[in-house]
């Protein structure tokens, strides 16, 4: 398994700017998943990126995924109170046995009104 | 609301004893993975259990031992408690094989351990 490092670490904004939080890894990733995790509960799946170039879109989120896909970036549009939480990128590791991860540490954002 | 329940929410330990944490997994999901998540990190993959089965560890000692049921359902066991097991215990269950595995992981809310 490799090491994913996620920057920044932490993050505080007003609500309507916009952000970019960013997953690097020196190895190739096989495929990345992005989760948000908000206190008191376990992270849920936002996104899985698995072609280099990739980019896919949640409402205001957009997710890229590296042509050599060992980087991806969320990138959040008009940021919200509710954006607000714990945001962590995810290897997928194990093949088809889903649910291996090796996650990073993670960006804590918190979106002001 | 993910279908993942786990327990306790909460429990403190003391250095030496032993824990079981529990997890059922969602209908129709046949595999469980755990995770330790301490404070200010990304959780962290203990292992993960299929057909009743050890499939997969982290780099986690001997003393963190689990179990799957027939039912699907899982235990962590955490033998001789360290200060630093203090953490969330998060259980994720999943689909392996079959049309219904879309690779989606499906967490609970966690159980937090405080060891003193």
């Known amino acids: 398994t490799q090491l994913l490092e996620q920057s920044p670490q932490f993050l505080s904004i007003q609500e309507g700017e916009n952000l970019t939080v960013y997953c690097n890894s020196s190895?190739?990733?096989?495929?990345l998943q992005w989760y948000r995790q908000e206190p008191g509960e376990g992270p849920v799946l936002l996104v899985t990126v698995v072609t280099g170039g990739e980019v896919k879109k949640l409402k205001r989120l957009t997710f890229q995924f590296g042509d050599a896909r060992k980087d991806s970036s969320l990138h959040i549009t008009a940021a919200q109170p509710g954006d607000t939480g714990l945001y962590l990128c995810a290897e997928v590791f194990g093949g088809t046995s889903y649910g291996k991860l090796t996650f990073g540490q993670g960006t804590i954002l918190t979106v002001h009104p | 609301e993910t279908g993942v329940t786990q327990s306790p929410t909460h429990l403190i330990k003391t250095r030496g004893q032993q824990v079981t944490l529990r997890c059922s997994s969602q209908?129709?999901?046949?595999?469980v993975s755990w995770y330790q998540q301490a404070l200010g990190q990304g959780p962290q993959f203990i292992f993960q259990?299929?057909?009743?089965?050890?499939?997969g560890r982290g780099n986690f000692p001997p003393r963190f031992s689990g179990l799957q049921f027939p039912n699907y359902s899982s235990e962590l066991n955490v033998n001789a408690l360290e200060l630093d097991d203090s953490a969330l215990y998060l259980c994720?269950?999943?689909?392996?094989?079959?049309?219904?595995?879309?690779?989606?992981?499906?967490f609970g809310e966690g159980s937090r351990l405080t060891v003193l």
């Open positions: 190895s190739v990733f096989s495929s």
């Open positions: 209908s129709g999901h046949n595999t």
């Open positions: 994720a269950s999943s689909r392996t094989g079959g049309n219904l595995n879309t690779g989606e992981l499906f």
């Open positions: 259990y299929y057909r009743e089965e050890e499939n």
